[in-house]
């Protein structure tokens, strides 16, 4: 069993997992994501600067919640949230829709297929007739 201080609080807690914050700021956090989530729906035009004051939160964990694709903001100029492929604005995640295509061909042709093998003459070929060409 692992113990560790809450990066939030500072409180000891119990590590079952990777967690870094402890289940009652993990709580917490979650209560301010669906306030946020809430906020976006009644707002869909206000800056991610202007949700982060008027519900609390900093922009760092707005930003990280768009990444974790679980926020889709409506303009992605405004935000700052660039693709880390090529730096393009996006609304929500790591990549814009064409690096991940791009990514997710990249990995189907790095996979080895099978090769279908080809197929045998069967042995019967030998023992029929044959003719010559003129």
């Known amino acids: 069993m692992d113990v560790r201080n809450c990066k939030s609080c500072g409180r000891l807690f119990n590590v079952l997992g990777r967690e870094r914050i402890c289940p009652a700021c993990q709580k917490a956090l979650e209560d301010k994501f ?8 009644e707002h869909p035009n ?13 922009v760092k964990q707005i930003k990280q919640w768009v990444r974790e694709e679980r ?4 303009d992605a100029t405004v935000a700052g949230i660039v693709c880390e492929n090529c730096g393009r604005p996006i609304c929500t995640g790591r990549f814009c829709d064409e ?17 279908k093998p080809e197929p045998k003459k069967p042995v019967h070929d030998r023992d029929r007739m044959r003719f010559l060409q003129n």
């Open 99 to 115: 690096c991940k295509s791009n990514v997710a061909n990249e990995l189907m042709n790095a996979i080895d297929r099978p090769k």
């Open 46 to 58: 206000s800056s991610v600067e202007q949700t982060a004051i008027d519900n609390d939160v900093t």
């Open 34 to 41: 669906v306030e946020v989530k809430t906020y976006l729906r």
């Open 71 to 74: 926020l889709v903001l409506s």
